[in-house]
């Protein structure tokens, strides 16, 4: 019987410390995080890797949001 793939959950959040939390959180619950620290950094992972589903911080820091 093949293993079944862990879900992939994409963190998108400029803080380190809160990326790094979640991170953990995640992989406690078999999932497996994929992060990113600005919107940019989540395009360009969502045009070369697929998650399912996404976790995304809506207040950045200025100059950050696009």
Sequence with gaps: MAMK???RLLVVDDQADLRE???LV???A???PV???SP???LAILEREEVNAALVDMNY???TTS
């Design 40 to 42: 940019a950094e989540a």
């Design 26 to 28: 995640l992989k406690r």
């Design 61 to 63: 820091t200025r100059d």
């Design 5 to 7: 793939e862990q879900p």
């Design 21 to 23: 939390a979640l991170r």
């Design 30 to 32: 078999k999932i497996t």
């Design 35 to 37: 992060e990113a620290a």
